[in-house]
């Protein structure tokens, strides 16, 4: 079964082989305004998000979150905080049908440019070494920050810009292939196709 995507992408269709990147902060929670989600208690789910997730459950193969999370270093929570939100996360999303096969995080600030912080393919790196069928080529990376679409476009996959997070210019290769409202957009569409 193939799936065609409007928008940008009139000819593009993807099928069961290929793989999910999703950014967690501002695509699945909401985003705390110059802050960080430090405990459960900060976490929200943004609307439609648990839905959308049940409907990529039936089309990708792999469904990965990499997320950026240098409050750690900055020390305003620890790896273990971290680990209790996702597994709480992780929860609510098998609880509503959806999968997540990895969380992969960089628990570093930019100032030394590490490179499992993306847009640098660190993490991605790792879920390849970790899923070796994963084909960069065959990924879709949903984000909603300039790192996150110049991650994606630096492996090569195809990249959906969500939300309104104002100026994209901060990063070389920083340009969307479609951009959407939100998660949930996308899921509503994978979820018209069935």
């Given at each position: ?39 459960w ?10 839905d ?43 609880y ?5 096969d ?17 847009p ?23 984000g ?17 810009l ?33």
């Open positions: 079964m193939h799936v065609k995507i409007p928008f940008s992408w009139p000819n593009f269709k993807f099928n069961h082989e290929w793989s999910l990147f999703l950014d967690r902060d501002g695509v699945i929670n909401e985003r705390l305004p110059d802050d960080y989600v430090k405990k208690d900060d976490f929200k789910f943004l609307p439609g998000v648990l959308a997730l049940t409907a990529f459950n039936q089309y990708f193969s792999r469904i990965f979150i990499v997320t950026n999370q240098a409050g750690i270093e900055k020390e305003l929570y620890t790896h273990q905080d971290l680990k209790q939100i996702h597994e709480q996360m992780m929860e609510y999303i098998q509503h049908g959806g999968r997540i990895e969380i992969y995080y960089c628990p570093y600030k930019g100032d030394l440019d590490p490179l499992c912080r993306k640098n393919p660190g993490m991605a790196l790792e879920a390849k070494k970790d899923f070796p069928e994963i084909d960069f080529k065959k990924c879709i990376m949903v909603d920050s300039a790192s996150d679409i110049a991650f994606g476009n630096n492996l090569g996959m195809k990249t959906i969500v939300g309104n997070k104002g100026d994209q210019s901060a990063y070389i290769n920083a340009i969307p292939d479609c951009r959407l409202d939100s998660l949930k957009d996308f899921g509503d569409f994978v979820a018209a196709m069935e």
